[in-house]
């Protein structure tokens, strides 16, 4: 018999759905139903609180999940349990504060979480170590690498000595110190005497804690490869997981000659091992990179590669994606013939397939390639194909229905008011998500690069409806931002 998944379990599948109003809503509804039965301050109140505050967190909303976090700190333990759980929130809050900068703040509580936890668990015991690692940290991005090596050392000594899988992530940060430091020690020390799976864990959390602004992440993330290929092997997919992760290093750095050797050290590998959808992916990703290099015949030849390839593994959608992108990077290179041959069959074979996106984002493709071709008629039908099942605030969505506005006004090339269709994807999210009879009117523009909202209520709303109004234009901010910061078209 299977056990029903619990509130904070749905949240967070809601949330990699995209659902993130639907999430809060949950929790939120959570809160109030700990409240009602608890009390303000309870346990189960603080509970529910850091439950809320680690679905904002992922919302993107940090602010408010700080407070969360506050708030289940100031509630009072009850027990040993609860006694235990306030360490957690504490660690919580002091990690929110130093990913939203607030690093005197930061600092304070980590420390008191330290001794908190010296004196609950004890020196020698793991629930110890488990807030020094975050202490650690943040010293390293206060730039005290001394300091910060003191307490990671400390944290990988205890964690060792405990067996416990965290030293994993422990380990890493001790890399990323000893390299901040400059003292050319080596980076990953003792892979070979732990096993494989939390070997694993330390490259991934090495890779997630890179700053991909910072030039010199390189060489650590170069000298996490070796360790992995060393300790692991090549073909090993934490390996080839460090692979990826350099190769969109070097696109953020503009290093394009060392993403294209990343890349083609994990198609050759994904060759060795037969794995023809992943080498797909990895063809269609040296293509780009090819591209963004300034080799676009090289890109175009690799796009041939990815066709045979997709041809031989015969699903319509991973067909309709290289396609969508060989017309995209023939149309680049001045050859509109073949572009639209590509591009049409795109949309023929997303049509085949069962995938939604695939087929809104082919039609997209093809209807600007035919808007800027002055075909304004075939262009909207077939923008008006894409938009009707895409995802309204996906990124391509967006796109084609400001190009689709431009179409309707009779132009040809450029995109409509994007920052007035923004606006009103804004508008529909917020006013689906609140009661009908609340809001009056709502206006909103983007003026100086940010949101600029009007309301007017129909009523006076209850302290439930104004928390819940807030909630919704806080999640509509952190929802557009999220998905506008991706790529507002790509490939």
């Known amino acids: 018999m299977t056990t029903p ?15 993130m109003g639907d999430a809060e ?70 990690s929110a504060l130093r990913m939203a900068g607030r690093l005197d703040e930061a600092e304070i509580e980590l420390r008191q979480g330290v001794q908190e936890r010296l004196g609950f668990y004890g020196r020698e015991h793991a629930g110890y170590a488990f807030g020094l690692e975050p202490l650690a940290d943040l010293l390293r991005q206060r730039g005290d690498v001394v ?52 070997v694993e864990q330390v490259g991934r959390v090495a890779t997630q804690m890179l700053d991909h602004d910072d030039p010199a992440c390189k060489s650590l993330l170069s000298s996490l490869v070796a360790a992995l290929e060393e300790r692991l092997g090549i073909d090993h997919q934490a390996t080839l997981n460090a692979l990826s992760a350099l190769a969109n290093l070097g696109r953020d750095l503009g290093d394009q000659a060392g993403r294209i050797d990343a890349i083609e050290r994990v198609l050759a590998s994904y060759d060795r091992q037969g794995r023809q ?22 890109a175009l030849r690799t796009y041939v590669s990815a066709h045979a390839r997709a041809e031989r593994i015969g699903r319509p959608e991973l067909r309709s994606q290289v396609l969508r992108n060989w017309g ?6 001045g050859q509109v013939g073949p572009a639209e041959q590509r591009l049409t069959e795109a949309v023929r074979q997303a049509r085949r397939g069962t995938d939604h996106d695939t087929v809104g984002r082919a039609c997209i493709a093809l209807g600007l390639f035919l808007q800027h071709e002055a075909r304004l008629s075939e262009a909207r039908t077939v923008l008006e194909e894409g938009l009707a099942v895409m995802d309204p605030v996906h990124p391509d969505a967006i796109t ?62 209850t302290e439930s409806e104004l928390e819940r109004l807030n909630g919704v234009f806080q999640t509509a901010h952190a929802e557009f931002r999220r998905r506008l910061s991706e790529p507002r078209y790509a490939g």
């Open 5 to 19: 998944p619990t509130p904070v379990e749905v949240a967070f599948a809601l949330l990699r759905e995209g659902r």
């Open 25 to 94: 809503n949950l929790m939120a509804r959570e809160l109030q139903a700990a409240a009602d039965r608890h009390g303000p301050g309870s346990p189960e109140w603080a509970s529910a609180q850091c439950d809320l505050g680690n679905v904002l967190l992922n919302a993107d909303q940090l602010d408010r999940a700080i407070e969360c976090y506050r708030r289940a700190v100031y509630a009072t333990p009850r027990d040993h349990e609860s006694r235990k759980d306030h360490l957690t929130y504490r660690l919580n809050l002091g």
């Open 147 to 198: 300091g910060a090596r003191q307490v990671v050392e400390e944290a990988v000594a205890n964690l060792w000595r405990n067996g416990h899988e965290r030293v994993a992530s422990a380990l890493a940060l001790r890399a990323a110190i000893v390299h901040a430091g400059g003292t050319g020690e080596p980076l990953f020390v003792g892979l070979h005497q732990l096993p494989d799976e939390v």
């Open 277 to 298: 959808e992943e080498a797909l992916m990895a063809t269609l990703g040296l293509a780009m990179a090819q591209d963004e290099a300034g080799e676009a015949e090289a």
């Open 328 to 333: 995209l990077a023939l149309k680049e290179a």
């Open 400 to 461: 084609g229905r400001s190009h689709l506005a431009a179409v309707l006004d009779g132009r040809t090339c450029g995109c409509g008011d994007m920052a007035g269709t923004i606006a009103d994807a804004f508008r529909e999210f917020v006013i689906t998500r609140l009661p009908a009879d609340l809001l009056d009117h709502l206006d909103v523009a983007i003026v100086d690069g940010d949101f600029k909202i009007e309301v007017g209520l129909r009523r006076e709303p």
